[in-house]
């Protein structure tokens, strides 16, 4: 080859963009398998379906405090003369009144004692923050149960008999302004047992609707069982688990060799944790980054390749696997390593 010819080619490969250098560069020194598994691990996790979250609930700003809604109560009473009209209701609002007389209440803003009565119902134990004095958010419990029962109390017989008595007296707009505290409360824990009940009913759609993983009949069994035993076992109130048993045979994983696609089949045991947080579990592209389960655990696989093999027999060769949404990776020892790719899928109910 000539000299002119050789720097033409050079000037040429000179002048072209920095982008389309680079990319040559990157084609020519990454494995064309590598190349392969992150584009078929791109599609998969694009495919992940999304949960449908329920629609949340617009809360509007809570002001006052404990002391406000016990003068309030106080200051109810004495207008409708609720000793003298019902002196027994009366002396069970007076009982429930003097259970909360610790001074420290009065400051207590009402909203945080909503929000944090409502949290404390979602687990009779503390966690492991909490018992570090790490978590010092308005989640610690600021009423002894004694307290909150006390404070419940004076919102339901206030609002139940008050308001009538108090219209014979005084005009709408004045009983409204005396009860204005206790009714701001009852609307806080109304607005707050609401949100929760839907973000129970949102965990639940993750875990067992139409668009989680479908099990195989042993970990339909295993599950079933697991309820009983932590951290399978779910909430004081009944909130899901967030983890659930894997134990399934999948003859769907997929790798390259010599240029050719080859089936493996996989044994797989492990566990799976559903992502319960806002923004998790979407669908589309967004799914690749946050989605609504991950999974992890042991892979099994026979020493020869092909669809519907035994991985218990034989040469088997252990490893682990990999779930990110519905896109899973399994890396497996022995001579000549594999790294194998599927995606979540049931071909068979309750079977594979």
Known sequence: MSAEPMRSAQNSAAHRPF????CQCVRQRVPRQVWIACAVLSTLGAAVAPCVAQPATAARPL???VGDLIQSARASARVARFADTMPQQFERLQRQLDALGRSTLDTLPIGAVARASMASRESGRASFLRVARWNSSETVALLTPGEGAALDSVARITLQFLPELLELRVSADSTDA????????NRARLTESLAQSLEKLRRYERKFGPQSPKLNAAEV??????QSVPPFRPGADGWPSAFEVIASYVPTYLTERDGRVQAWTVLEAGLRRYSFGDGWGKGGW?????PGH?????????GSAGAMREPWRGDNRLGAFLAWGSAKIAVVGGAGPRVLITRQVQLIPFVF
């Open 63 to 65: 002001t006052g405090t």
């Open 178 to 185: 005396l009860l204005a505290p206790i009714s701001a409360f």
């Open 286 to 290: 967004a799914g690749v980054l946050r």
């Open 221 to 226: 069994a295993l599950n079933f069982v697991a």
């Open 19 to 22: 982008s389309q250098r680079l």
């Open 294 to 302: 991950v999974s992890a655990g042991l892979a099994m696989v026979n």
